[in-house]
């Protein structure tokens, strides 16, 4: 928990943050235009069946928590969650009583995110939106920048609206040679290793305040999995995929997984894993 930090929520509108919005009947946010995004819109209802009980949304949260907790934002201003989904994430920071405001293009997520109680929901993509600059603390880009055909220029252009020192929180699929069907399904535009993301983040006027794999026990058999016995099988169902990857955590994966979190929350990183966490601070 960061005291400092806590707000009353229910007293914040988003347009004091983003100024071309106006509230739906439904209590989402909206702007008139809506620019495509990389990302099938089924993928978020695939998701919100999955999220709840699977290890591995839990141990992210779990991570991206140690790691806010360890480089917070500027206190006193929001942090947005840009592609947040089904606010599986967004929910999580709100209950650490951090001001989120959840921006999501897609209607199926954002109406998961209003199923889960989050407060402040805006359905449209970045592009469309007028932000006000310099009202930002931290924008959260998780599991998002792989979909993005100019990942550079889509980080450039929300730079300008961070304060001074403010900071992106990013994960994204890591390793070239773990790509699959499932990255195709995805709509993912590359896979990350540790140096290419700190090289873009530093090219985009950023500094790096921590870079790390994670997931450390899952390249091995996600590489035998989805790549190998793909190759020889032909391609999986996604959505038996997701059911069967997903799975809830138990014991042993927590015991695996726990290291993890304890390095990130002491800034530590961890040497390998199937995904990179990012912690990038904004250069003035």
């Not at 979909?147 to 403010?166: K, M, N, V, Y």
């Not at 699929?173 to 990255?183: F, N, V």
């Not at 391609?235 to 069967?244: E, F, H, I, L, T």
């Amino acid at each position: 928990m960061i005291p400092s930090m806590r707000h009353d929520i229910s007293t914040h509108d988003p347009r004091d943050v983003i100024r071309n919005i106006a509230p739906g009947e439904d209590g989402i946010w909206r702007t008139p235009g809506n620019s495509a995004v990389h990302y099938p819109e089924a993928g978020h209802d695939t998701c919100f069946g999955v999220e709840d009980a699977s290890f591995w949304f839990a141990h992210r949260n779990r991570c991206i928590a140690a790691v806010v907790d360890r480089f917070p934002p500027p206190a006193g201003l929001p942090i947005v969650d840009v592609g947040g989904g089904n606010g599986y994430v967004a929910k999580m920071l709100h209950e650490k009583g951090l001001r989120t405001i959840l921006v999501e293009p897609g209607g199926s997520g954002v109406r998961n995110a209003r199923a889960r109680g989050l407060p402040e929901l805006v359905q449209a993509s970045t592009e469309d939106l007028d932000f006000v600059p310099g009202s930002i603390g931290a924008i959260g880009l998780f599991d998002v920048v792989e979909h993005i055909p100019d990942d550079a220029a889509t980080i450039r252009s929300l730079r300008r609206l961070l304060a001074p020192q403010g900071r992106i929180y990013a994960t994204v699929p890591a390793h070239a040679w773990l790509w699959s069907s499932a990255d195709d399904h995805a709509g993912h535009q590359r896979r990350y290793s540790k140096r290419g993301i700190t090289e873009l983040f530093l090219e985009c006027g950023f500094e790096p305040s921590l870079v790390s794999y994670y997931f450390w026990p899952l390249p091995a058999p996600m590489l035998v999995k989805r790549v190998l016995l793909e190759r020889l099988a032909g391609k999986r169902d996604n959505a038996d995929r997701a059911k069967s990857e997903h799975g809830a955590a138990n014991r042993w994966i927590d015991r695996l997984l726990s290291p993890e979190e304890a390095r990130l929350r002491r800034g530590k990183g961890v040497p390998m894993g199937a995904s990179c966490i990012v912690v990038a601070t904004k250069r003035d």
